[in-house]
């Protein structure tokens, strides 16, 4: 029953932007920790930016903070990951993932959350 699907991934310019999105089904997207991950060739799973249930604290791994801008929109059920100054080194398979409430919020690779999307791959050409 639980289901996220991402969306939005594509081909881009470096400097361009991209605004990813992850529709989920079968749950309450505020009712979960809920993020963005993504896995670069050759790197390992690197958490982008997470949403805590709790109070809406957002992190931002120290590469994307300024570009990346997590959201969800609860009427739609939808997160979303407005991602600006597109580098090279963003270039991966993009996921969004849930996981029950923890405190502190967690939004690192080392972390197993629960389910997740297929992903969608952002290329970022030089």
């Known amino acids: 029953e639980v289901q996220l699907v991402e969306s939005g991934g594509g081909l881009v310019q470096a400097g361009g932007s991209l605004r990813l999105s992850c529709a989920a089904s079968g749950f309450r997207l505020d009712d979960f920790d809920i993020g963005w991950f993504r896995k670069a060739p050759g790197k390992e799973m690197e958490g982008v930016s997470c949403?805590?249930?709790?109070?809406?604290?957002?992190l931002y791994t120290d590469s994307v903070a300024g570009r990346f801008t997590i959201s969800s929109d609860n009427a739609k059920n939808t997160l979303y990951l407005q991602m600006n100054n597109l580098k090279p080194e963003d270039t991966a398979v993009y996921y969004c993932?849930?996981?029950?409430?923890?405190?502190?919020?967690?939004?690192?690779?080392?972390?197993?959350?629960?389910?997740w999307g297929q992903g969608t791959q952002v290329t970022v050409s030089s």
């Open positions: 949403i805590s249930s709790k109070d809406g604290r957002r």
């Open positions: 993932a849930q996981t029950m409430p923890h405190d502190p919020l967690r939004c690192d690779g080392d972390y197993e959350y629960d389910y």
